[in-house]
């Protein structure tokens, strides 16, 4: 099976949006006066980390996976990429779409763009979801794990690098769906263009720009936005006790852990994420 295949009951659009002087690559379904759901991935990744969820989700919403910037094959700025730059292409995406408030669906590094926008521009934002979110602590050896096996997998040949690469996000690896999207992700990490930016993609990895980009709890405690935190507590990026923190930091935030689930609970969780997701974006719009 394709992971287009989880697409193949609903329309959706393949898109390319001008946003703020860069092309950004789109996926895009769902009813078009729906409530939009922007869906945002991690370091390195691209929109295919949310195949599993737009269906579920564009039933009722306006749903947008979109590769951020500098990433996938969207547009590539010459300078490192920290959240600041993150959170005013966001914006920029929201004013191309026409989208006044969007729910904000967050992994890892897309969980943090997120939480800035929410604390920076809360009339904006309707929602939170926070999956495995990244952005409260320096760890080195963490962040040079993901330097290291970011830079192998993009810069040597072999696409076993890229699928250990991808590993690292599964606590159980799907032999059939893991070995597309390594294929998926190689392309795309092979790309000229991807190469040539991954310093700047990976500058949030270095002590220093970390450091001035962390979230930390004065911040998270300005967001109004419901939020959900979502967590796997095989997470090999971060413990459990990290995401108890960030729910406690959140005024009002929810904490769902999953069991046998590493950094991408949305895709290897999918059949226990997208109801909760659900839930929780019904119970936010009612609000």
């Known amino acids: 099976m394709s992971i287009w295949n989880e697409l193949s009951g609903i329309d959706y659009r393949h898109a390319y949006v001008e946003t703020g002087g860069f092309k950004t690559r789109a996926l895009q379904a769902g009813p078009e006066d729906g409530e939009h759901v922007v869906f945002l991935h991690g370091t ?6 949310f195949v599993r969820n737009i269906p579920a989700h564009a039933e009722r919403y306006r749903c947008h996976s979109i590769d951020m910037l500098g990433h996938g094959y969207t547009g590539k700025p010459d300078r490192p990429a920290e959240i600041p730059l993150y959170v005013e292409h966001l914006m920029a995406y929201l004013d191309a779409v026409g989208a006044e408030r969007a729910h904000l669906v967050g992994e890892s590094l897309g969980g943090w763009v997120g939480s800035w926008a929410a604390s920076e521009h809360p ?43 991808l590993r690292l996000l599964w606590a159980h690896w799907d032999e059939e769906l893991g070995e597309e999207l390594t294929r998926i992700r190689y392309d795309i990490y092979h790309h000229p263009d991807f190469q040539r930016n991954l310093r700047n993609l990976l500058a949030l ?83």
């Open 205 to 287: 990895q270095e002590p220093e720009a970390r450091e001035r980009n962390l979230l930390r709890p004065d911040r998270m405690g300005r967001i109004k936005a419901p939020t959900l935190v979502v967590w796997g507590n095989k997470n090999p990026l971060g413990d459990v006790p990290e995401a108890e923190a960030i729910a406690a930091a959140i005024p009002g935030a929810r904490l769902e852990v999953f069991n046998e689930c590493g950094h991408w609970p949305q895709h290897e969780k999918a059949d226990l994420y997208n109801p909760l997701s659900l839930e929780f974006l019904a119970a936010s719009s009612a609000t």
């Open 44 to 49: 390195t990744g691209h929109l295919e980390a």
């Open 123 to 165: 009339d904006r934002v309707a929602s939170l979801q926070l999956l495995c979110m990244g952005g409260t602590k320096i760890n080195p050896a963490i962040m040079e794990r993901l330097k290291t096996s970011t830079s192998d997998a993009a810069l040597k040949d072999d696409i076993a690098f890229t699928r250990e690469r």
